[in-house]
């Protein structure tokens, strides 16, 4: 028997081809996301560990907390360390030219330690000397011979007012962009170890202590004689530090960055699970109709003495043949893909120090688990293959009729579908996604488990529709059903990708919906531009005019009013009025008509005599002082919680408001008589309340030219894009990320919609040579070449549009109610079903379906009804 299933592999290889390719494609996905965790660590490992890649042993805490400067003397001492040196390393603003860049300053370290290259100048060798990386050196316009500053209230030193930072230092090379994924995004600074002291309050702060052991050390012994000193030295928390080994270091830390959990792994293969079921799916369909198509030949064999063991065996054969091949080409697929990818992903530059991983647990779990998922979905078809008698079996039938499903099927199917809808239906209530998660797989497993007994019935009722195509819409409509479990498992396969592509959808949309919806009730204007103020400076004390982007912001109506894309503009100016409960609020101004044409809340007007307020001001009036006696102002709070106390221009000069000079005074004096701290946060606050001006911009910008309009307001008016906020670039924000996810989702359940319109045109192929005679003999009766592939691509429609049209019904149900699960919590949830997205999937599977009845099409147009008609 063995032979004979060989024999049957070989003879008739190509009605194979279909259950290959969804074995290639599911065991591809599956050993990529192994290879993608394994890829990921190795990456990481080689980036992270590039401080320290020449040092023998290193020393740090346990979880990523900084070493004692009085450990590296000590260490010095263990025999068999012939160099130590501790890394550090702080964050300050470089300054060059007009140009001010997040910097990430490492310490210079000994040669032999120095894992810096220098490409083009000199090592730093005296403390006013750095080196800039040649990639940011490049962007900033700077050459070795460039004079560059660090800011002395930097980020990682507020306060310091080091002449030795504050000076210009001389940049006295470049060197090529360390690969550490810390300074990624920042300009990479080599300087001596005393500018980073003076960045950190003139304390030496070590991120660990590299060790250099001597030429014939045992590292292993030189690591326990470390550990034995920590756990001895007198130093505060010398005993929590570790020492190993550089490769055991990057380890260690690459796990640390995960938490010890391998996310991005687990959601790929979540999706590698679904690509797998409908491969499953496919591979059961196909050795059914295969089986059916055999019925009598393996009667035949029971008839000369074959047992129902080994023609079970000979179909299990079969399978593990086709799917052990096809596991090993989806194995060596998954490599090429991802040597791909990080072939691209090597020539960018965040990506340059990625390396590909193959570990063999990627081989050896793609192979197994292919050759498993074959034999298991072979396993049905193959009993099926010895229910008949041989006899029975050899009389002419109809070897196309199916089997209706069974009662306990049915059973199943009803028990987890109203199972796992209430365990849905909880989750969303009680905005419970993990809950939810699980009742929706429950409850999808009984609607796959109850397609049976509505895909057939569907077909049926659609293939109405086609009767009036003539001959070809009629008997397409027929043909579909003839099969009821060959449909089924075809639609349901398609249908499950559909679903997951169209609940990922209608999630974001919704999503995206509930996101505009908070925005636009916690912001009521498109944008705010704020400007500092112009009484103080804070406590660093004034900026030096020559200072690089100390230059004053122009924020005022014109200019902005000015910039493409701005529709409607109004400044707001900060004022004072004296209160007779804690001395003064601080109030904006503003033209009324003006604050109409740029507010996006509706019912929300700004009169005479009264206060409008942000949604977290409590208080209903307002009580104040003023040169005609006591003043209550009525407060009218709107739904906006960013949005700032507003009264109009008329009021306040009514009320003889301070004027805004005045205001940077009174919150400069705030704390006078207490602590000289809070003189500061006075000052600090003085410095940063200016005037602000809301924006109105065009309906018809998108989110890249929101970013435009964005930049432009930043170029024309000195601002940092921190000072330019508002609901348009939170949306675009959300909007970006939720498009990005959708689209990463889609790609990926996109292998699974494949696989299953592979399985599609598999039905329709092995139903061309199913029923040879029975097309020969209609074409014999007078059935044209052209309404016999017109009837193939009906009956493929067909089967493609109903599945996609009950996985988009079920897409917008399971999107909506995984939306409300997610999101609840945070916002009311609606659902938002993106109509032309969705249109765009099922026309795209019924384009696919038509597709793939060509090839099928042609082979049974191109035989002749003689030849078709011939007895087997």
Not at 106 to 125: C, F, I, Q
Not at 199 to 220: H, I, K, T, W, Y
Not at 252 to 274: C, K, R, Y
Not at 699 to 722: F, H, K, M, N, P
């Amino acid at each position: 028997m063995l032979q004979v299933a060989l024999a049957q592999v070989r003879v008739h290889a190509r009605r194979f081809v279909a259950v290959g390719l969804a074995v290639m494609l599911g065991v591809a996905f599956l050993s990529a996301t192994l290879m993608v965790s394994a890829t990921t660590s190795a990456s990481l490992g080689r980036s992270i560990g590039a401080s320290y890649a020449k040092a023998g042993l290193v020393v740090a805490g346990q979880d990523g907390g900084s070493v004692p400067a009085a450990v590296a003397d000590e260490l010095a001492a263990v025999p068999g360390v012939d160099l130590v040196h501790g890394l550090e390393r702080a964050y300050s603003e470089l300054t060059t030219g007009s140009q001010t860049s997040l910097a990430a300053l490492t310490a210079t370290a000994p040669e032999r330690l120095e894992t810096a290259t220098v490409t083009r100048g000199s090592y730093p060798s005296r403390p006013d000397e750095v080196a800039l990386d040649e990639a940011s050196a490049a962007r900033l316009d700077v050459v070795p011979g460039d004079t560059v500053a660090l800011d002395p209230s930097g980020l990682s030193s507020p306060g310091s007012t080091s002449a030795a930072i504050g000076s210009s230092l001389t940049v006295s090379g470049l060197t090529g962009a360390s690969a550490d994924p810390t300074l990624s995004g920042a300009v990479q600074v080599l300087a001596s170890p005393a500018v980073l002291r003076e960045l950190s309050g003139g304390e030496a702060v070590f991120r660990n202590v590299q060790l250099a052991l001597a030429p014939a050390a045992d590292p292993a012994a030189v690591a326990a004689a470390a550990t034995t000193a920590l756990g001895t030295s007198q130093t505060p928390g010398a005993e929590d530090l570790v020492v190993r080994t550089a490769t055991d270091q990057t380890v260690a830390e690459v796990a640390q960055l995960s938490n010890g959990n391998d996310v991005i792994s687990g959601i790929l293969l979540a999706f590698a699970a679904v690509a797998l079921l409908v491969a499953g799916l496919v591979i059961s369909n196909t050795f059914s109709v295969l089986v059916a198509q055999r019925t009598r030949e393996l009667a035949l064999l029971r008839c000369i003495g074959a047992e129902r063991r080994q023609i079970r065996a000979s179909v299990l054969v079969e399978a593990a043949v086709v799917g052990l091949a096809s596991s090993v080409l989806g194995v060596l697929l998954a490599i090429a893909v991802m040597a791909a990818l990080v072939g691209l992903a090597r020539q960018t530059d965040v990506g340059s120090f990625a390396v590909l991983a193959v570990p063999p647990s990627a081989g050896i779990a793609g192979i197994a688990v292919g050759v498993l998922m074959t034999l298991l979905a072979a396993l049905v078809p193959a009993r099926a293959a010895t229910r008949v008698a041989p006899l029975a079996a050899l009389r002419p039938t109809d070897t196309a009729a199916g089997s209706r499903s069974g009662r306990v099927r049915l059973l199943a199917g009803l028990a987890t579908l109203v199972g796992g809808g209430a365990l849905l239906l909880f989750g969303a209530v009680s905005v419970a996604i993990g809950t939810a998660v699980a009742g929706g797989a429950i409850s999808f497993l009984g609607i796959v488990l109850l397609a049976p007994f509505f895909v057939p019935a569907s077909v049926a009722a659609v293939g109405r529709i086609a009767r009036p195509l003539g001959v070809p819409g009629t008997l397409a409509s027929v043909n579909a059903v003839r099969n009821p479990a060959r449909t089924t498992a075809s639609s349901a396969a398609l249908m499950i990708g559909v679903t997951l592509v169209t609940m990922m959808m209608v999630g974001a949309q919704s999503a995206r919906t509930s996101f505009d919806r908070e925005l636009d009730q916690n912001y009521a204007v498109d944008l705010a531009v704020a400007g500092l103020g112009t009484g103080s400076a804070g406590p660093a004390g004034p900026a030096a005019p020559d200072t690089p982007g100390a230059a004053p912001s122009r924020v005022d109506a014109p200019t902005l009013l000015a910039v493409d894309g701005v529709q409607s503009a109004v400044e707001l100016t900060p004022v004072l009025l004296t209160s007779a409960e804690d001395g003064g609020t601080v109030v904006y101004s503003a033209d009324p008509e003006e604050v109409a044409r740029v507010l996006r809340s509706q019912g929300v007007v700004l009169a005479d005599g009264m206060v409008l307020a942000p949604q977290t001001w409590t208080q209903s009036e307002v009580s104040l002082e003023t040169g005609r006696g006591p003043v209550t102002l009525p407060v009218t709070p709107t739904d906006a919680t960013f949005f700032l106390p507003l009264i109009t221009t008329a009021t306040a000069e009514e009320l003889g408001a301070t004027p805004p000079e005045a205001v940077s005074a009174y919150l400069g004096t705030i704390g006078a008589g207490d602590e000289a701290g809070d003189e500061a946060v006075g000052a600090t606050l003085a410095g940063f309340l200016g005037t602000t001006v809301w924006l109105k911009l065009d309906d018809a910008l998108d989110g890249g030219a929101v970013a435009d309009v964005q930049s432009r307001i930043v170029a024309a008016t000195g601002v940092s894009e921190y000072q330019v906020t508002g609901a348009v670039i939170e949306r675009t924000a959300y909007d970006g990320i939720i498009d990005v996810m959708l689209l990463i989702v889609t790609a990926l359940l996109a292998v699974a919609v494949l696989i299953a319109l592979i399985g599609v045109a598999n039905t329709l192929s092995l139903s061309v040579l199913e029923r040879r005679r029975e097309n020969s003999l209609l074409r014999a009766l007078g059935l044209t070449r052209a309404q016999l592939r017109g009837m193939l691509a009906v009956e493929a429609v067909l089967i493609a549009g109903v599945a996609a049209l009950l996985g988009t019904a079920l897409g917008v149900l399971y999107g909506w109610l995984g939306a409300q699960s997610a999101l609840g919590g945070i916002a009311p949830v609606s659902p938002s079903v993106p109509v032309g997205q969705i249109g765009a999937v099922i026309a795209v599977a019924v384009a696919a379906g038509l597709v793939a009845s060509v090839l099928p099409a042609r082979r049974a147009a191109r035989l002749s009804p003689v030849a078709g008609l011939a007895t087997d």
